[in-house]
């Protein structure tokens, strides 16, 4: 790896700073001067320092991204804007791409990261990991609806959805609910309560796995996970 990719993913700077400061001699690889951001070395090994200070060097980012509605979960897209156009630009080198799709009216919890093993056992069918969703509903959410998506309903291609927990906080002609899902079937929540003959108005996804999303964020805010919370994400069982 290049000294100054090195240092980029130990958060040292954007990549101009960071080649200035190798440049002017504040940095040393293994206790020698070292002037050449294109130095190669080993990041398992190798010691950096930066003013005298050693670096730890990052491999994986994790981003926790409060997303607004009008951004696409995706990296690029012709003419939308997308998730990655809210992640500052010191993180952009990691190459992050969001874990799962939310629609783009879809708010509330994304996380981004380059790390794919993660991702990979996130979404993948075979962990059923629970995602839970706050809704606005337009109709009469009642007991008859949480029953039926205990059961699984049959969304409009024929597929039965596997076992779901709906929790009702407010029923009325809008009502406000709270769901749980054990699968990521494209639009899902919101063909779930077609098929109950209702419309998902406002859908914000508050939880994954066991990862929460942080209220205090603002709409289009992130930060990175703490080490506790990317814990939440890891599996104590057999690799999927
Ligand atoms: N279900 C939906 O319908 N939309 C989302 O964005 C996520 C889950």
Known sequence: MRLDKYLADCGAGSRSEIKKMIHKGFVTVDGVPCPKPETQLNPETAVVTLHGITL???????????????????????????????????????EPFPVGRLDIDTEGLCLLTNDGALAHRLLSPKSHIPKTYEATVEGVVTEKDTDAFRQGVTLDDGYLTKPAELEILKSDTISQIRLTIYEGKFHQVKRM????????????????????????????????????????????????
Do not use: C
Request: aromatic share 12%; glycine share 4%.
């Open 193 to 240: 309560f077609e098929a109950v003959g209702k419309k998902v108005i406002f859908l914000k996804r508050i939880a994954m796995h066991r990862l929460w999303l942080d209220e205090s964020l603002e709409s289009g805010e992130l930060r990175e996970l703490l080490p506790e919370e990317l814990h939440l994400l890891e599996w104590e069982d057999t690799p999927v």
């Open 56 to 94: 730890q060097y990052k491999k994986y980012i994790y981003l926790l991204l409060n997303k607004p509605q009008g951004y696409v979960s995706a990296t690029w897209d012709k003419k939308l804007p997308t998730v990655l156009d809210l992640v500052p630009e010191e993180y952009l080198h990691f």
